[in-house]
């Protein structure tokens, strides 16, 4: 038999599961042709199934070998050697079987129990990736629907925890993934309380035992006792009219005045149709007005219609589930917000886990609670209450995900006005320096930061504008308003929105570092001075201070500083500032210590030349350009030159000298302004004692025509 023939009859003895008999013919195969993978395969397989796991593997990696491609090969041999106690190597096999083919089952299944034995932090987001695959190709077990929230959980995703964990939790005698549920729901990103403390109540109906669910309820349920307080303190302002009851949601049971001993199981057509006589007549006698349901009217044919309802077993048993929840009911059909609030000891966990395991109920709720979640939740976002915000986003939202968006469609209308006041801020803040102050009032007047902290993603867009617009505010105080610091103290404000985008938080944390430099790089000439305990003196890009008293750069009309030696041979080292007003800022002291205190000296100099100087200049060169005229010590300055006079023996002579024959010369602590033409000079000028003498030199650069 040629090798062809000796593989089919392997198949064909496989399939008739004479294992032994096809062991050797796929032998004899592979004797015939080493390099047919077929051949190794048919031998691995039936290996596999006598039992003979060692030689099985040996022809895998021969079948690997001859079809490196074939993804079923790698995901069997990755099962062997994770059997035969080699974990890295199975892993590594099936990592291969998945580049070949990603949904191949074997390998995927292979792989999950893995990284769940080996409990990987490093392989985490792998261990994430190979579940959720598997998942969208097999339901998974509850094992591994528990261990995927766990994962999502440790990475601090909590919605996506919830995802699995809520799939597992109503389903399963073990409360681990419902006590896990009320973790996933108590997540600051989640922050859905009060279904958390629903969940840590039912494991506490399920297993009497459990000590952890009533340590996390009492752990939580103290500030949402203190909400519901406050929600009752005002919600009369949210509370519907009477005109808008029954307007979206009307229980045919509360139609009917079901009795309030009622079983469910003994309705019956002619019980139901004993109600709806009882309830035409009621209409008739009172005009479609009904004392048992105060704000409705309803007519003949309406009441009728909602009768009939009761006939389709499937929808009498939702309108049931929700006439027995009375807080339920009070929302749907009035819009009262006790659905939402904390109870010290109640929770409606009958109805919790029904609308958890029933599908259907879910869907058919989901349509009248949106419409009045929506309407309700709008209003409050519209009156700008916190209070009543978060309670209605604390939980008991019982929608199908295709119904969650619904729940927020006009309150997202009216939360976009909330932004107006912070964009017109933005507006303004090329053509003003909008301040931190400026932007703080607008933010908490509106309650900005408070209610879009609140808001779910849903808002995400939303939320991001408003960072956005702090950023652009901080990004105009740099670029525009050349103020860095302020920048920055506009972009640490942004960081109090805790719901910014992984891609804005980079942004603004790569503005703050950029910014952060720009600032140290700015600041690195800076003087400060200490004395002391008594005295602390600085130079900076804001101006002057002495011990906190502060003259800002650009008041500063004045300038002087110097060294003079005293009869001791110490130094005696002197700065001064004076303000516009007259306040003069000065600073002396002596020491023997000379080439120590000669280096703090300088650095103060330097950092006036940085930081004061350029303002004093710019202030001076305004008055000259008014057509001002500047004295400093017995030399004029105006916008034309500088004067000064001249004595000879008796005689003395006034020298006027245009800027371009000007010279400022230094020498011995004094300035001597210099007509580079004609060769007079002015009397010496002290850099210590005759105020802006060392802007002497400056003046000739600034207004020199040449």
């Not at 009172?286 to 219609?305: C, F, N, Q, Y």
Request: negative net charge; proline residues 4%; glycine residues 4%.
């Amino acid at each position: 038999m040629d090798v062809e023939e000796l593989i089919e009859k392997a198949r064909d003895q496989r399939r008739r599961d004479r294992y032994e008999e096809a062991v050797i013919s796929a032998k004899a195969a592979t004797v015939q042709d080493p390099d047919n993978a077929d051949g190794w395969w048919l031998l691995a397989l039936n290996n596999i199934s006598l039992g003979r796991k060692e030689a099985a593997l040996e022809a895998l990696k021969e079948t690997n070998d001859k079809a490196p491609y074939f993804a079923q090969a790698w995901a069997k041999r990755g099962s062997l050697e994770l059997d035969l106690g080699a974990p890295e190597e199975a892993a590594s096999s099936f990592e291969t079987a998945l580049n070949c083919d990603d949904d191949e089952i074997e390998a995927l299944r292979g792989l999950a129990h893995i990284y769940g034995q080996n409990n990987d932090t490093e392989k985490r987001a792998e261990e994430i990736l190979v579940l959720t695959r598997l998942d969208e190709l097999e339901s998974l077990s509850p094992w591994h629907l528990n261990r995927l929230g766990i994962l999502h959980f440790l990475n601090n995703h909590g919605f996506d925890a919830i995802k699995y964990w809520s799939r597992n939790a109503h389903q399963s005698d073990d409360t681990a993934s419902l006590f896990n549920l009320g973790l996933a729901y108590n997540l600051d990103d989640v922050s859905q309380d009060v279904d958390a403390v629903d969940c840590w109540r039912l494991v506490m109906r399920k297993d009497v035992s459990n000590e952890k669910a009533p340590n996390r309820i009492q752990s939580v349920k103290t500030p949402l006792l203190d909400l519901a307080r406050k929600v009752q303190s005002s919600r009369k302002s949210l509370c519907q009219t009477e005109d808008q009851w029954y307007s979206i949601y009307i229980n045919p049971f509360q139609l009917l005045n079901c009795p309030k001993d009622f079983d469910f199981g003994d309705l019956e057509p002619k019980v139901v149709q004993k109600w709806k006589k009882t309830l035409l007549q009621e209409i008739e006698l009172e005009e479609g007005k009904l004392h048992w349901m105060p704000g409705l009217t309803v007519d003949r044919s309406k009441a009728i219609e909602l009768a009939e309802k009761l006939s389709d077993i499937e929808v009498s048993s939702h309108h049931w589930e929700v006439y027995k929840c009375k807080p339920l009911l009070e929302f749907l059909s009035k819009g009262d917000i006790n659905h939402f609030l904390l109870d010290e000891e109640w929770s409606p966990l009958d109805f919790i886990e029904r609308v958890s395991v029933s599908v259907a109920l879910r869907e058919w709720l989901s349509d009248p609670f949106s419409a009045q979640y929506d309407r309700i939740f709008s209003k409050a976002v519209a009156a700008r209450d916190v209070p009543v915000i978060e309670a209605l986003l604390d939980g008991r939202r019982w929608v199908m995900p295709s119904y969650a968006d619904r729940c927020f469609e006009n309150a997202l209308r009216e939360a976009d006005s909330i932004l107006i006041p912070l964009r017109e801020l933005k507006d303004q803040a090329e053509a003003i320096k909008v301040t931190v102050k400026q932007i703080e009032e607008v933010l908490e007047t509106h309650k900005i930061i408070s209610i879009l902290n609140l808001l779910p993603p849903y808002f995400r867009n939303l939320q991001n504008e408003a960072v956005g617009l702090v950023r652009s505010i901080a990004i105009d105080a740099h670029n525009v308003h050349e103020d860095s610091e302020l920048s920055l103290a506009i972009i640490e404000k942004s960081k109090e929105f805790s719901f910014r985008s992984i891609e804005l938080t980079q942004r603004l944390k790569e503005d703050f570092e950029a910014i952060s430099e720009m600032i140290k790089k700015q600041r690195e000439h800076e003087s400060h001075l200490t004395f002391g305990n008594a005295r602390h003196w600085k130079v900076t890009k804001e101006g002057v201070s002495d011990n906190g008293d502060l003259c800002p750069a650009n008041e500063i009309r004045a300038l002087r500083w110097g060294i003079m030696v005293e009869q001791n041979g110490s130094h005696n080292y002197l700065f001064a500032a004076k303000r516009r007003t007259g306040k003069e800022y000065m600073l002396t002291w002596t020491s023997s210590d000379r080439d120590k205190q000669d280096e703090l000296f300088e650095n103060l100099v330097n950092a006036t030349f940085h930081y004061i100087i350029p303002d004093v200049m710019e202030n001076l060169l305004d008055e000259l350009k008014r057509g001002g005229t500047l004295t400093i010590g017995p030399v004029q300055v105006t916008q034309f030159g500088m004067s000064f006079e001249s004595k000879w023996l008796v005689f003395t002579s006034q020298n006027k000298v245009p800027w371009d024959r000007v010279e400022v010369v230094l020498h011995n602590g004094s300035a001597i302004v210099v007509d580079k033409l004609r060769g007079k000079k002015s009397p010496p000028i002290s850099l210590r004692d005759v105020p802006n003498a060392m802007l002497l030199r400056l003046f000739p650069m600034s207004l020199n025509r040449d």
